[in-house]
Structure formats: C-alpha cells, structure tokens
C-alpha cells in the first residue's frame, strides 16, 4: 500500500483479554518494527522482523507479547492477559533494505489500547 | 551502543519565536541523523535528514546540521507556528555492518502559543 496501516486505531478491551494487533507494511519492505510508546514517553524498541523471521524479539516486555509475520508482509503482535500497564500506543514501522540508512523508516499513524 | 541524548521538554514558544532543540549522538564512524516529528494522535513522520558530515537537512522551514565535531544535529526553526506544535525525536542509523534499526532520542514537547 501507500502507507504504513495499523489497525484498528483504537482498541478499549478488559483486564485479563487477548489482544490481536495488525500493521500492513509499505509493499516491498522487508523491515517491520513495533514500537510501545506510554503517554508522555519516549519510544520503546519492541520487535523487529527482517522478512518472516525476527532476529530481535528483545524488547518484548514479557511473555504475554508474541508477534508474527507472515508472507513477509503483515504482521500481527498479539498480547495475552493485558493488564492495565499495557495501555499504550503501538506503533508499527517498516522499511527497505539497504535504504534505511538514508531515508529512516515510514510510520503507521499506531493503535491506542487502553485496558480497563 | 549508539545512543542520541536530546534536550528536555516541554518547550513552550510563542508564535514567531525562534526555535532550538539541541540534539547529540554518541556512534561510532558516520551515522545517519534524522529528525522526526509527532503530531498529536499521529504516528512519527520523517521531517529531515542529514547523511554525512556538514549536510544540512532542511524541510517545512525547519533545518539541522550534521556536526561531526560536536556530534551534534540540533533542529532550528527561525520562525515558528501553532501548527508546529508536536513532539521532535533525533534519531540515527549507525553506520556498522550490522546496523538495522534506528536509534532514538526521548523526544521534546513542543507547544506553540499564540
């Protein structure tokens, strides 16, 4: 696609349920990255994927977060049990080899969670 | 590691005031250096870059300078304006072999008054 797509934008769920969280990547990047960003804060490194495969998951908080990827396009960073400290934004990103260097990564516009 | 260190928030201007976020980096060889803004409710966008000593990126009026002497990339903005009102990340690539994210500073509120 055009852009960088995360949905969906905005996600209320209760304590103690399982959260299923998409990014589409700008067709033909093979980099995508997740981010957590808490209100206020600065951004905090989650995952990266390189194709299918994440040769960084060290960002993930705990056991609950998982993400996959799959056709080396969508991914979906799945939380289990949310707790309340899980609200936050999630940020996708994605890029393409070899150019990242010089022109960064493109940003999806995130998904807000709140967990109550 | 790499790291940028940025200046603490939040700034608060008023219209037509002259800006200065100051931003320094500690890497190895010659990174590349951006500047992304955050508006709010949004996702970060790319607002300039700089990928070698002495390049200035410069983008909507905004404009940074590679300093390789100071490690610096401060972003100024000569005249600035409610809409700029977003927070600002300095962020870089490092130039290793193995480089493959970017690396990113805690961003700055910037609010614009009126």
């Known amino acids: 696609g055009a852009g960088v797509s995360q949905s969906p934008s905005n996600k209320v769920t209760e304590k103690g349920k399982d959260v299923e969280l998409r990014c589409d990547p700008i067709?033909?990047?093979?980099?995508l990255y997740w981010y957590r960003q808490s209100l206020g804060q600065g951004l905090e490194f989650l995952i990266y994927f390189q194709g299918n495969s994440a040769p960084d998951k060290s960002g993930l908080p705990s056991d609950r977060f998982s993400a996959e990827r799959t056709g080396g396009s969508v991914s979906t960073l799945t939380i289990q049990r949310t707790q309340q400290e899980d609200s936050a934004v999630y940020l996708c990103?994605?890029?393409?080899?070899?150019?990242?260097?010089?022109?960064?990564?493109?940003f999806g516009s995130g998904t807000r969670l709140t967990v109550v | 590691g790499d790291s940028v260190t940025q200046m603490e928030g939040p700034v608060t201007l008023s219209e037509e005031a002259f800006l200065t976020i100051n931003c320094t980096y500690t890497a190895t060889g010659y990174p590349s250096l951006f500047w992304y803004v955050q508006y709010p409710g949004e996702g970060l966008q790319l607002l300039l870059k700089?990928?070698?000593?002495?390049d200035k990126g410069s983008n909507k009026g905004f404009e940074a300078t590679y300093r390789k002497e100071t490690t610096s990339f401060h972003l100024e903005k000569g005249s600035v304006q409610v809409s700029d009102s977003a927070v600002y990340f300095c962020a870089l690539w490092g130039s290793g072999a193995g480089s493959y994210q970017l690396t990113f500073g805690k961003g700055t509120k910037l609010s614009v008054i009126p």
């Open positions: 990103a994605s890029s393409s080899t070899g150019t990242a260097a010089n022109y960064g990564y493109t």
């Open positions: 067709s033909g990047h093979t980099a």
């Open positions: 700089a990928t070698k000593a002495d």
